[in-house]
C-alpha cells in the first residue's frame, strides 16, 4: 500500500499513538480513561481526522472474532457456575507431595486450564488460591505466581479459543480448529516442561530450603470458598424456623447437602410432642356435679379439651407435612444443580467436538453459549452481566485504530523494507520475524501487532506456498503469545497475576516488574526458541 499524504499519516500516527499509550498504561496522569475508552478515543480520532470514513470504520470491526469471544465467555461463566475452576483449584493442594510438586501442577493445570478456558480467566481463578496453597505449606509465593502467569500465556498457545489474538488469527487465516491445535500443540508441550526445567534451575534452592519448613509449618486451612474472584454462588436455600418455642422448634435440624441448607424432621420427636401434648390435656381437672348447672360446665369443659386436642394434633401434622416438603424441595434442587452441571459439561464437550470438526467456530461458540442459557431454565440477566463487555467494546475500539493506522502505509513502508529478510522457509528469516513480533508485542501489545503484521506476513510466506502460510499464521501465533512472558506488560494474564496477588486479601504480594523481567526475559527467548524449532519439522 502507498503512502498516504503527509497530513494524513501525522493524523493517523496521533490518533493510533493515543490509543498505544492508553493501551499499553491505562492510568496516565493526564489521561487516567482506561484501556476500554482509550480504543474508543482512537477510533473516533481516526474518524475525525478523516483518515477513514465511518463506513470503513463500522466494516473493519469484525463480528465473527466478537461472536466468538463473546461465546467462549459466556461458556466459560457456566462452566465456572458448574465449579469446574474449583475442581482444578483442588488438584492444586490433592496430596501435594512439596514445593516442586506443586510448582509442577501449577505449570500444568494452569497450561492445560488456559487453552480451553483462556488465560486471562484461569489467572483470574487461581491466582488467590495459589498465594493460600504457598502460604499453607510454608513457602515463598513468587515463584509460584510466576509459574501461573508464564504457563498460563504458553499453554493458551494452543488452541484457537485460549486468548484473544489467536481468536484474530483463527478467523482471518481461515485454519480450523483441529489444525491449529496440531500445529502449535507439541511446541506448546515442550514449552510447558522447559518453562518448568527453567523454573526449577532458577528456584532449586529456594523450593528445596522450604521443604523443611513445609513439614513444620502451621497449617490454615484453603477454603476454595473464600477464592477472591468473579465466581458464582449457588443459590442457598435458608430455612427460617418459628421462634415460638411451644410449636416444637428444637425438634427440627439442618443439615446441608451440596450447598443447600436441608431439614431433616425426626419423627420420635413428633411422636413424643404428640403424646406430651395429650398428656397435658387429660390433665385438665374435671370434677363431678350434682346440679345441672354443673354437669354442663363440665360438658363443655369436655368438648374445649377435644377440640384443643385436634387442632394440637393438626398443627404437629401440619409442622411435620411443611418440614416434608421443605426436604422433597432441597432433594429436587440437588438434583437440578447436578442435572445443569452434567448439561453444562456435555454442551463444552458437544462444542470442542463441533470446532474439531471444522464448524464455523463462531457460531459454533454463540449455539453453546445460547443452549446453556435455555438448560438454565431461568432468566440469564444474572450470567449474561458477568460477561465482559468491556473487553468487546475494546475490541471494536482496535479494529477501527488499527485500520486507520493501516490505511496511512506506515505498516506496509515499513514490512517492504523488513519481508525480503523475514522469509519463514529460511532459519534466518524465521529468526528475524520472531524478534520482530517479540519486540512489537511488548511494546503495542500482541493484538495490535497480529492486526498489523498478519495478513502481511501471510501473503509473504503465501508466494512461497500453501504449507508456508500456514506455518507463518502458527508462528505468529505462538511467539505473540510467549512473547507476553517477556515483561510484566507483555500481556493482560500477567498484570492480572500481579494485581490478584497484591489486592489477595490476608495474602497480598507484590510481583515487582524487575523480579518478572529477572525471570521472563531469558525463559521466553528460550521457550519460544525451541517452539519453532518444533515448528519448523
Known sequence: MAMASAVKVVLGL????????????????????????????????????????????????DLSILGLLFGTMVVSIYLERADMFRYLGNLLAWKSLGAKDLLCRICL???????????????VILTEFVLKVARQHNLPPHPFLLALASSSNIGSSATPIGNPQNLVIAINSKISFGAFVTGILPSMLVGVVVNIIYLMCMYWKLLSSTQKDEEDATAEVVSVEDVHSH???????????????????????????????SPISHPETLRNRV????????????????????????????????????????????????????????????????????????????????????????????????????????????????VSYSLLIFFCGMFITVDGFNKTGVPSSMWDKLEPYAHVNHAAGTALLAVVILLLSNLASNVPTVL??????????????????????????????????????????????????????????????????????????????????????
Request: hydrophobic share 45%; net charge neutral.
Open 109 to 123: 493445570i494452569s497450561a492445560i486450564s488456559s487453552a480451553l478456558f483462556t488465560n486471562d480467566t484461569s489467572c
Open 275 to 386: 403424646t406430651s401434648t395429650e398428656n397435658e390435656i387429660s390433665n385438665v381437672p374435671s370434677s363431678s356435679a350434682d346440679s345441672s348447672k354443673e354437669i354442663d360446665g363440665s360438658l363443655r369443659r369436655e368438648e374445649t379439651v377435644s377440640s384443643k386436642r385436634e387442632s394440637s394434633v393438626e398443627r404437629v401434622r401440619d409442622i411435620s407435612s411443611v418440614e416434608i416438603s421443605e426436604f422433597n424441595d432441597d432433594s429436587n434442587s440437588k438434583w437440578k444443580r447436578r442435572l445443569l452441571k452434567l448439561c453444562i459439561y456435555l454442551v463444552t464437550v458437544g462444542m470442542l467436538v463441533a470446532l474439531l470438526a471444522g464448524l464455523n467456530m463462531s457460531w459454533t461458540a454463540i449455539t453453546a453459549a445460547i443452549v446453556l442459557v435455555v438448560l438454565d431454565f431461568q432468566d440469564a440477566r444474572a450470567s449474561l452481566d458477568k
Open 452 to 537: 498489523l503484521l498478519g495478513s502481511r506476513v501471510a501473503a509473504s510466506a503465501a508466494a512461497i506456498s500453501a504449507a508456508e502460510e500456514k506455518k507463518a499464521w502458527l508462528i505468529l501465533a505462538w511467539v505473540s503469545t510467549v512473547a507476553g512472558n517477556l515483561s510484566l506488560l507483555g500481556s493482560a494474564a500477567n498484570l492480572i497475576v500481579c494485581e490478584q496477588a497484591r489486592s489477595a486479601r490476608h495474602f497480598g504480594y507484590n510481583l515487582s516488574f524487575w523480579k518478572h523481567l529477572k525471570f521472563g526475559f531469558p525463559s521466553t527467548l528460550l521457550v519460544t526458541a525451541v517452539g519453532l524449532t518444533l515448528m519448523r519439522r
Open 14 to 61: 496521533i490518533a493510533f499513538g493515543i490509543f498505544w499509550v492508553l493501551a499499553v498504561f491505562p492510568s496516565v496522569p493526564f489521561l487516567p480513561i482506561g484501556r476500554t475508552a482509550g480504543s474508543l478515543l482512537g477510533a473516533m480520532l481516526m474518524v475525525v481526522f478523516r483518515v477513514e470514513t465511518p463506513d470503513e470504520a463500522y466494516a473493519a470491526i
Open 231 to 261: 465466581k458464582f454462588s449457588p443459590a442457598t436455600l435458608e430455612r427460617f424456623s418459628n421462634s415460638n418455642s411451644q410449636e416444637g422448634s428444637s425438634a427440627l435440624e439442618t443439615t446441608t447437602i451440596n450447598g443447600f441448607a
